[in-house]
């Protein structure tokens, strides 16, 4: 089967023939129907010191999958042939880093690994659920602590920002966005936020409980901490800088909780596709051939996308 490989920074995938998967004992091989792309993907191709894990080159990215399963090993009791899953991303087996993804049509995956996705939940969804969706909703509730009622500030509007947006909207709080693309500003009114702004310095007066940094942009991550309520939250999932500046007058005398989020939960990803499954949850998307994976992930590097970019594979 044709299989996306990384094989060295500062080089483009290659579409590689690889031999297909055989299920082995604790796994499951997963026919994979959607899979996304995602920014992570993009500092792996590109930038030297962005982390790394496992030894395995070249390697098939893909972390954002959801599939059926199509082949069940030795010893896998809860789950069956032509059950729709997804794949928890672990860091001890994570796809795309510690052993090959989802940009083939086919893949291994650990038992204990497996989400189940609902019946209703798209394939595009599923897929972009397995990470933007969770990590928005693990770095909302999880990391955040954000409770109905908070006053929620979100910097970003791209694809985990949208999601991270209607997610806060559908669970009860009071939603504000800082983007500096005013393109999307009606689809985060149409999201159900509050207020829109193009720097998050603009919402001091609303003294905002919690706000997540999606942008992760070095100024925006001082910029949150100067703005959050005394006493609030500043959530960091965004790494688009690797190192920022801020002010430890603010962090001390506001005693602000300066906190980075990494990856998600079981439970994070298992809310986000109960969302859903609702049809409240629906991101936006745009679909491409597993054929241009390769050109999608280009698109992705040079920005200014308005949906997230997922390839469908099988059928």
Not at 67 to 89: M, Y
Not at 101 to 110: C, D, E, Q
Not at 161 to 188: F, K, S
Not at 199 to 227: K, P, W, Y
């Amino acid at each position: 089967m044709k299989a996306w490989q990384f094989t060295a920074v500062h080089e483009p995938l290659v579409l590689n023939e690889v031999a297909e998967p055989v299920a082995v004992p604790g796994e499951v091989v997963i026919d994979v129907k959607a899979a996304g792309l995602c920014h992570s993907d993009i500092g792996m191709l590109e930038d030297e010191n962005w982390p790394r894990h496992g030894s395995k080159n070249p390697i098939t990215l893909g972390h954002e999958i959801a599939g059926v399963i199509g082949e069940v090993g030795e010893g896998v009791t809860d789950w069956k042939t032509g059950d729709s899953v997804s794949v928890f991303l672990t860091y001890a087996s994570m796809p795309g880093h510690e052993r090959d993804g989802g940009y083939a049509p086919r893949m291994l995956a650990r038992a204990q690994d497996l989400i189940r996705i609902p019946t209703g939940v798209r394939w595009e969804h599923a897929a972009v659920g397995a990470d933007a969706g969770a990590c928005s909703y693990h770095a909302l509730v999880g990391v955040g602590q954000a409770k109905p009622g908070d006053k929620v500030g979100i910097i970003g509007f791209g694809g985990l920002g949208q999601l991270a947006t209607r997610i806060a909207v559908l669970l009860g709080y009071e939603v504000y966005v800082a983007t500096r693309n005013q393109n999307v500003w009606p689809l985060a009114r149409e999201s159900g936020a509050k207020r829109i702004v193009t720097d998050i310095r603009e919402l001091a007066d609303e003294q905002l409980d919690v706000i997540v940094d999606f942008a992760g942009a070095g100024t925006t991550t001082a910029a949150a901490v100067d703005t959050v309520k005394r006493g609030g939250r500043v959530v960091l999932p965004g790494m688009a800088a690797l190192e920022t500046t801020i002010s430890t007058k603010s962090l001390i005398m506001k005693q602000v909780t300066l906190v980075g989020a990494l990856g998600a939960s079981p439970e994070a990803q298992r809310g986000v596709y109960e969302l859903m499954a609702t049809g409240e949850l629906s991101p936006v998307t745009e679909t491409i051939a597993f054929e241009e994976i390769g050109t999608g992930l280009a698109r992705l590097s040079k920005g200014g996308l308005d949906a997230r970019l997922v390839a469908r594979i099988g059928d």
